[in-house]
């Protein structure tokens, strides 16, 4: 979670989206803090923007969306000019709403992206590009860092701290466009399996996780070499291909494990786990809790209260 209590406030001027702002030479932070419960709050900003939610809960309504609710650990990547209406049902005095929204320069999207295209190609022939939607994402560890590092930067005070910003800047940025290819390939892989060389692969992932997988395999279906598709898997989707099939393999688990008359054997061997005390092992660190408790909670979850029947 990310913290901003080095941040200088400004003065409470609104009880709606207070706001202080850093400018820097190629990004403008600003922190929001809603200290009463509103509806259909406006928000738009020239350059594309960042927004991450660090406390409270805000209901974003974008473009067509009915309105989804964002959440701390969550980030939003929307381009310039993005219309933004925000409710804001739990904001109090006691327990204001906050979120960080880093305004970016388009010039420096522009050269993140055109970078990426000289140095880290992609495999299918297509380019990087900047995004033209909203990209909701859970943000990873490595992201959650660098916006935490950009927060304390801009609070500083250094006589280099511009430099130290464009450099974090452009990490993230990269880490951010990495993020949303991968969430790009895994929502349409089944749509161009047959013409993308890393969608192929992800559609036969899917398709035989109960089966031995390994990077010889998967780098025959993408007609490349085993060097080269662990290259361009890694740059693509951002994680290795053994990270990827245990990852698909946990949520496979996690989906069969609501069903509360499958045996936790059942559903390791069904996932691709030979070893029960290994998938419980590796269930355990990416879910939080091992396949039983996960199991019981969702049953309980699945219970209606006294008050629904």
Not at 29 to 41: D, I, K, R, Y
Not at 180 to 208: C, D, F, G
């Amino acid at each position: 979670m990310l913290h901003t209590n080095n941040l200088r406030r400004t003065d409470l001027q609104t009880l709606v989206e207070n706001r202080t702002t850093y400018s820097l030479e190629s990004l403008e932070l600003n922190l929001f803090e809603t200290h009463a419960a509103a509806e259909a709050v406006e928000l738009k900003f020239d350059q594309p923007v960042l927004a991450s939610m660090i406390r409270g809960r805000k209901i974003m309504h974008l473009r067509e969306d009915p309105g989804f609710a964002f959440l701390p650990g969550e980030s939003i990547l929307l381009p310039a000019a993005e219309r933004m209406v925000i409710d804001f049902p739990d904001a109090t005095e006691r327990q204001p709403t906050k979120c960080l929204a880093l305004a970016v320069e388009e010039v420096e999207m522009a050269n993140v992206v055109r970078l990426m295209n000289e140095r880290r190609p992609r495999a299918d022939g297509t380019e990087w590009t900047t995004t033209d939607y909203n990209f909701h994402f859970t943000q990873q560890p490595a992201i959650t860092q660098l916006l935490q590092r950009l927060v304390f930067l801009c609070a500083e005070d250094h006589p280099s701290k511009n430099l130290f910003v464009n450099m974090h800047l452009r990490e993230l940025l990269i880490r951010i466009v990495q993020s949303e290819s991968r969430s790009l390939h895994l929502r349409s892989a089944a749509q161009h399996a047959t013409s993308r060389p890393m969608a192929a692969v992800i559609t036969y992932v899917r398709n035989h996780l109960d089966e031995k997988l390994t990077v010889a395999q998967l780098s025959r279906i993408a007609c490349m070499s085993e060097s080269g598709f662990y290259r361009a898997f890694r740059n693509e989707l951002d994680c290795t291909p053994v990270e990827f099939i245990n990852q698909e393999r946990l949520k496979l688990a996690a989906s069969l494990l609501l069903d509360r008359g499958r045996s936790i054997r059942d559903v390791a061997l069904r996932c691709g786990f030979n070893s029960v005390s290994y998938f419980t092992r590796a269930f355990g660190e990416y879910y939080g809790s091992s396949p039983g408790a996960y199991q019981e909670e969702q049953v309980v979850l699945s219970v209606p209260s006294m008050r629904d029947r």
